[in-house]
């Protein structure tokens, strides 16, 4: 299994409606990442969470990390064609042979948005 | 402007050949990672590099080799005993090799199978 599971997989959501995507691990995360890909390109950092409880937003996606670190949800209120790509976690993860800034990513959520 | 960039594109790979890929960055970053991806599925690292002339190998390192010559620059090659290359792959940079450091990504090259 992975060491971060990302729920849905996929999602298609008529435009304006809200959705959210979730990230989760059985460790507790020093840090956890949220990227957007569009399909056949490379990633784009949104947002970075360290601290248990820290809510950070940006435009209409709001990011959250639970007070036990282990878990992470992306929030996007009203949510606009333009917001249709692939979203991906990716974390810190303790105890993984990780000298460094390496991360260990969920495998995505596919999320379409109807016009 | 600064940035990560990736070349080629697109690379098809002849059975029993290497290939190599290429990845630049002016950030000034010390930092340098290599990832795959593969259809549905998150990134896997392959190797990373937290400073020049010296790398490490990551998750899944076999059939792979890279160098860091140059601070900004850090190729990756796919050599013959990879025997599933078909693949997206990704370089990607940061300040430092220490955490909670953003990585920030290239746009990756496709290689497939000829």
């Known amino acids: 299994s992975q060491e971060l599971e990302q729920s849905p997989q996929s999602l298609i959501v008529q435009e304006g409606k809200n959705l959210t995507i979730n990230c989760t691990s059985s460790k507790t995360l020093y840090g956890l990442y949220w990227y957007k890909q569009k399909y056949g390109e490379g990633l784009i950092f949104l947002m970075m969470?360290?601290?248990?409880?820290e809510e950070k937003s940006h435009e209409k996606i709001t990011a959250k990390l639970d007070e036990k670190k282990q878990q992470s949800s992306l929030h996007i209120t009203a949510s606009q064609p333009s917001h249709a790509g692939i979203y991906l976690c990716?974390?810190?993860?303790?105890?993984?042979?990780?000298?460094?800034?390496?991360?260990?990513f969920g495998g995505g959520t596919r999320l379409m948005v109807k016009p | 402007d600064g940035g990560i960039t990736q070349s080629p594109k697109y690379l098809f790979r002849k059975e029993g050949q290497n290939v190599t890929l290429s990845c630049e960055q002016n950030?000034?970053?010390?930092?340098m990672y290599w990832y795959r991806q593969d259809p549905g599925q998150g990134l896997r690292l392959i190797y990373y590099?937290?400073?020049?002339?010296?790398?490490q190998k990551g998750d899944i390192a076999e059939g792979y080799s890279v160098s860091r010559e140059k601070k900004e620059s850090f190729p990756l090659t796919v050599t013959s005993a990879q025997k599933n290359p078909t693949a997206f792959y990704l370089c990607?940079?940061?300040?430092?090799?220490?955490?909670?450091?953003?990585?920030?990504f290239g746009d990756g090259t496709r290689l497939s199978i000829l």
């Open positions: 590099s937290q400073i020049v002339n010296d790398f």
């Open positions: 969470l360290q601290k248990g409880g």
């Open positions: 990607a940079s940061s300040i430092s090799g220490y955490p909670n450091q953003p990585q920030h």
């Open positions: 950030l000034n970053h010390d930092a």
């Open positions: 990716g974390a810190d993860i303790p105890d993984t042979n990780n000298a460094g800034n390496m991360l260990t």
